[in-house]
């Protein structure tokens, strides 16, 4: 029986800004694996390192930011020795992202159906009408009605809930075997939010795609997600099966997390909060990043934890989880 590879695998991932004031390392040993129609949410506040994780995958990183250390691993080549014309070749074809706001993927001065055809053509020797079939399937598959009008409109003409959605179909038109979302419903209604997410599932199911969804939103991976990665500072600091690290989280700050949800939180109550900031990427705590803020630090704490695998699998990085499998 043959294994399957892994859509991807990201290996101690480590992605550095060489500033003025000194480098800064905003991802730093992250480590996940996606398989095929799996779907992964990354969480973490603003600042947590999950945006430039997922540039990172792409190849997108800007000066003076580059990726130092670690393998992405897409199908088992390694991402991280592509020429920038390889990476061309590979995104909007393999690999495709889709952003918060659709405006960075749609030109306001194109019709859909040009844009759409480019996107297609730019990787597919296909005749023209071949590619406005794709086209007014993609958006179709998206839910959008009337797709052969829609195609004929400017982006202005949609609302942000249907320009997102196109940007989603823009995605989807190669049928690429990755795509990675970053907070693309975030400033969207709740109503329209429920109807992407749910066209993203079923779409992942149908075709075999995996997901990386970025957000920090822990309610929309609650109900999107098949696996989950808590990133602080840079780090991850809990990975698992999204049901295990919700309903019973390991990691101080996941918890933290948890609790901040206004529906975890009994009637009356007031909201749980996680105390501070997160810290400065300059000057980050010694030790455990977290330990400043969490309410279990201790001595230990001083020194930085190791990951530590959990009788169900999951991957936490914490003292306090280390403490535990010691005395078991």
């Known amino acids: 029986m043959t294994q399957t590879v ?6 101690n991932l480590q992605t550095q800004f060489f500033t003025k004031a000194g480098a800064v390392t905003a991802v730093n040993d992250v480590s996940f694996t996606v398989n095929r129609g799996e779907v992964l949410g990354l969480v973490g506040e603003s600042g947590s390192g999950k945006s430039v994780t997922g540039f990172s995958i792409l190849g997108l990183v800007d000066q003076p930011g580059r990726v130092t250390g670690g393998k992405i691993l897409f199908k088992g080549e390694d991402l991280t020795q592509y020429t920038e014309k390889q990476y061309k070749q590979l995104r909007g074809s393999r690999i495709s992202m889709v952003f918060q706001d659709p405006m960075m993927t749609l030109n306001p001065v194109l019709r859909i159906d040009t844009q759409m055809v480019e996107a297609i053509r730019a990787h597919e020797n296909v005749s023209k009408a071949e590619a406005l079939q794709r086209a ?4 179709g598959q998206v839910g959008i009605p009337s ?13 942000g809930g249907m320009r997102q959605r196109v940007a989603f179909a823009i995605a989807l038109l190669n049928k690429p075997d990755l795509i990675i979302a970053d907070e693309p419903t975030t400033a969207l209604d709740v109503t329209i939010q429920a109807q992407i997410l749910y066209e993203t599932q079923k779409l992942c199911r149908e075709t075999g795609t995996s997901l990386v969804w970025i957000t920090h939103d822990l309610t929309v991976v609650a109900g999107l997600a098949d696996t989950v990665c808590v990133m602080y500072a840079g780090k991850v600091v809990e990975s698992g099966k999204v049901d295990d690290v919700l309903d019973n989280p390991k990691h101080p700050y996941t918890e933290g997390l948890i609790g901040s949800v206004p529906s ?22 010694k030790g455990c990043s977290f330990r400043e803020r969490c309410q279990y630090a201790s001595d230990a704490c001083q020194q930085a934890p190791s990951i530590s695998k959990c009788e169900d699998g999951r991957l936490v990085r ?11």
């Open 147 to 159: 797709p052969e009008e829609r195609l004929k409109s400017y982006p202005h003409q949609f609302s």
């Open 136 to 139: 007014r399937d993609a958006l």
């Open 6 to 11: 892994p859509t991807l695998q990201v290996e």
């Open 318 to 328: 914490c003292h306090r989880v280390e403490e535990a499998l010691s005395h078991v």
């Open 264 to 285: 975890r939180n009994k009637r009356g109550q007031p909201l749980t909060q996680i105390p501070g900031m997160t810290p400065s990427l300059f000057n980050l705590p």
